[in-house]
């Protein structure tokens, strides 16, 4: 799959499907979700088109990031919510429908909100080494590539 294909997203940003809009600016538009998990459920995208996250670039993340405390502050005055989640979903397999990255909103009420499974385990102080071996790396060499 094309992942920087035109997506159902692109074509809000280009007006070309309505949708309703809580906030534009020069590279993020935030709108309301079509299929509310509660009320006020709410989606962030950068303007760029990019499919997942990894691949955002830093302008369009620190423009997302900019914004995005403000509008979690916009949906709990709205809706009264106290607590909320942020979903941001990458790849089908992570439940990721809509291939254009987005940031929900999800606030909660009660029982009524975003359905969480978390099945922990435990970490291993080796385990725990050898992943931050290869993390460190891989971030030495995506700064050498800036
Ligand atoms: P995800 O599973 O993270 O890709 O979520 C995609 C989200 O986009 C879903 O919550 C959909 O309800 C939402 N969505 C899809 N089309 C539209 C649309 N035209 N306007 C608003 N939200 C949409």
């Not at 459920?41 to 990894?54: D, G, M, S, W």
Request: proline share 4%.
């Amino acid at each position: 799959m094309d992942i920087h294909s035109e997506t159902i997203f692109d074509k809000i940003i280009a007006g070309e499907i309505p949708c309703h809009k809580v906030y534009e600016d020069e590279h993020v538009l935030v709108f309301l979700d079509i299929g509310p998990i509660s009320p006020g459920h709410t989606l962030v995208i950068p303007k760029e088109r990019k499919a997942f996250l990894h691949l955002l670039s830093d302008q369009a993340a620190e423009a997302v990031g900019r914004v995005l405390p403000r509008l979690c502050r916009a949906v709990m005055a709205a809706t009264g919510a106290e607590a909320y989640n942020i979903l941001q979903n990458n790849g089908s397999e992570a439940h990721q429908v809509v291939m254009h990255v987005h940031f929900h909103i999800i606030p909660r009420f009660g029982s009524r909100g975003l359905g969480i499974g978390w099945d922990t385990g435990s970490l291993e102080s080796r385990d725990a080494e050898v992943l931050l071996e290869k993390m460190h790396a891989a971030l030495a060499e995506s700064a050498e590539g800036e």
